[in-house]
């Protein structure tokens, strides 16, 4: 970066899970850093499910390049919220539970079987040691007592939940513990020459190295900075209840092949989602129609929730990639990096990808992934359409 008043080795824009976890591995590196964030209303980490599944449904979630990454993100999990403290897995309310995915129909049902022959071929034995295993009626109730017991159910080990807003602020207080500076205000990052200059609320703030982690609002500062590949908003919209009666800590996840899911988290509470909207300005609001629509969809599979209680709705931004890839590595300017694009993996792939980002700013060991999400790559081309959507 260029002249003015220096405030750190590093300065990272955007404080989500993704800016976060770079700022807290890069102290932890012995790197000087300040973090920057506008506060923006529609964080996708603070909306983010939650549900942390090496097993994508979309077609190009069987890409062996996405699920190499996805498995290495998912396995990094314990050992993280272990390195965090004591109380982290409690703060982060992470549990490994499980998933179950439904299927409504014949169609569904041959889905069903392909995902349970390709789950039991990529880890025979199962992630957590266990096979894939068929449910229906009786059975399917017992492990999910509100689902529709007319559905057949996949059981697949080795999912995990986690409250992704809660484990941000787990990281941010490691982070500042580490020595961070947290500054509030609104970046802007400009190009002169081969290097970049960033103002926070008009302010120079100087610094060796930029990350941008800017979410969903990263596309003008990826143009300015050469990488190729853009980002767009996919606003998802969704809903928090109240259901006491189900024992919610310990429910599988729920999934479905149209989308919509139903997770259980500590003290009764079940998030259900969730929508997928472009959002070309931002906004960031609730809609009647679209909770309508997550309300509908997860009843229609778990009809057992009609009397939960709405304890709240929530929206958030996912910063979407082009080819549905993360953009994590070097820009075209050797001062910036970028850590963005996690469209709705962010909660999964954001703690590990920061510390492949992390090693290589500092000129640390190229995690086996870090070609994977290259923010220079020639967009990654998916036979079946970009995973994770
Ligand atoms: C409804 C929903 C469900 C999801 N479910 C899951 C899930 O189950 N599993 C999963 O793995 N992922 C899930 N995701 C995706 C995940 O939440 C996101 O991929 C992830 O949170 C993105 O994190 P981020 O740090 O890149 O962006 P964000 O969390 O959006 O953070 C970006 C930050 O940058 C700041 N910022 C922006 N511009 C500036 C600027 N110019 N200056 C300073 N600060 C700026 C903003 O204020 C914001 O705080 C879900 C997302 C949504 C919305």
Redesign the pocket.
Known sequence: MTAGRRVADVVV?????????VALRLAERGVAVTL?????P????????????PFGLAPGDTDPRWTRLVDAAVARYPGLLRDLGDDATTRADYAIVDEVVVAADEEERGALAALAARAAERDPGGAAGEAPVFLEGRELRERWPAVDPDLQGLLLAGTA?VD?HAL?AVLLDAAVRSGVEVVP?????RRAGSRAIVE?DGAPVVADTVVI??????AS?LTTVGVPTSVTA?????VHLAARWLPTERLPVLKTFAGP?V?GFSGGRIVA???HETSPDHDAEVRAGDQRTVLQDALRVAPGLTTARIVET??????ASADGFPLVGRSRLDDVFV????????????PLLGEVLADQVVGGPVHPVADLVDPLRVPVAVPEGAPGE
């Open positions: 824009l955007g404080a989500g899970i993704s800016g976060t976890s920057v964030d506008a506060g923006l529609g964080r996708a980490t603070t909306a983010g499910a939650g549900i942390i599944s939940r992704g941000t205000g609104r970046a802007e990052l926070v982690a800017t979410g969903a609002w990263s500062m996919d606003r998802g919209q969704i899911y997770i989602g969730a929508t929530r929206v958030g931004l996912r910063p850590a963005t694009g996690f469209g709705s993996w962010g909660l999964t792939l954001g």
